[in-house]
């Protein structure tokens, strides 16, 4: 496996890939788990190399604290990779040699997918991920990348960028990996102590829950729900509760029939935030 921090090198390393053979990529920001190397794993099954970008980018971070403080362990994520079999790559730049010294978000037309959610709570932090994402998909130039629906909006925006810029790689959405809690897994679950881990079950649950509330309650008396089974929590925060149409991501008040929905959850266990979805039907 081999390790690149320069573009240069990365682009001469997959050129006997470029015929004939396909590329896969994984952009993460590394602290890897389970969640990430399911996502290599179905990477390789369909392309003859992968190469997975650990890189905690300064662009999608609203809050300076949370860059801070976000995991960085490059050595142990190494050897995570190499557990796996197949060829893979890894691309650990430095911000300068992405962002040319000019550490600075692109501003992109996303349009309403990017107001919603997580577009509420974090200013230009779509800005951000589009910027970086660009940037990398124009390095490696893979024919397919792999995303987590854990951040299923995100998902979204990176099919909405691809439009935008023009970028012939396909996008290949995967399912959530969970903990045996239920908590969706995520880098951000190493900050987390003991009991705020245990306690973080909750937002599953809940989800799951609602789900099955919304055969036969209405959605004003789920978010009710929702809000008391947070309220009882000593561990707990809610930010946000949605039912949104999984295709517009706008919010919705009642069902319509024919339409497709998803539940989103944001909620903070002390300064660490988590963020969870699942589809209704």
């Not at 300076?64 to 190499?82: I, M």
């Not at 789900?211 to 561990?235: A, G, L, P, T, Y």
């Not at 991501?249 to 979805?277: P, Q």
Request: hydrophobic content about 40%.
């Amino acid at each position: 496996m081999g390790i690149y921090t320069k573009r240069e090198s990365l682009i001469q390393a997959l050129l006997p890939f470029r015929k004939n053979k396909r590329i896969g990529f994984v952009p993460t920001m590394g602290a890897l788990h389970s969640g990430h190397l399911s996502l290599v794993k179905t990477a390789l099954e369909a392309n003859d190399c992968v190469v997975v970008s650990i890189f905690v980018n300064p662009t999608q971070f609203d809050n300076t604290g949370d860059l801070d403080k976000y995991p960085r362990t490059l050595e142990v994520d190494v050897d995570l990779l190499n557990t796996l079999q197949g060829k893979v790559f890894v691309f650990a730049p430095e911000a300068s040699v992405l962002y040319n010294d000019h550490v600075v978000a692109k501003t992109y037309r996303f349009g309403s997918i990017a107001n919603e959610m997580e577009g509420k709570h974090r200013q230009g932090h779509f800005d951000g991920v589009g910027t970086v994402l660009n940037i990398l998909f124009r390095i490696v130039q893979p024919d397919a990348a792999y995303f987590g629906e854990k951040d299923y909006q995100q998902l979204q925006i990176v099919k909405k960028l691809v439009q935008i810029e023009k970028l012939p790689v396909q996008i290949v959405g995967c399912p959530i990996v969970r903990e045996n809690n239920g908590l969706a897994m995520s880098s951000r679950n190493k900050r987390l102590t003991k009991a705020q881990f245990e306690a973080a079950g909750l937002i599953s649950k809940t989800l799951f829950e609602a789900k099955e509330r919304f055969k036969k309650q209405s959605i004003d008396q789920i978010n009710q729900w929702v809000s008391e089974q947070f309220n009882d929590s000593s561990v707990l925060s809610l930010e946000y509760f949605e039912i949104a149409n999984a295709e517009t991501l706008k919010t919705v008040e009642r069902r319509r029939s024919g339409n497709k929905y998803r539940a989103f959850i944001a909620a903070f266990a002390g300064d660490v935030r988590l963020i969870d979805n699942i589809a209704l039907n």
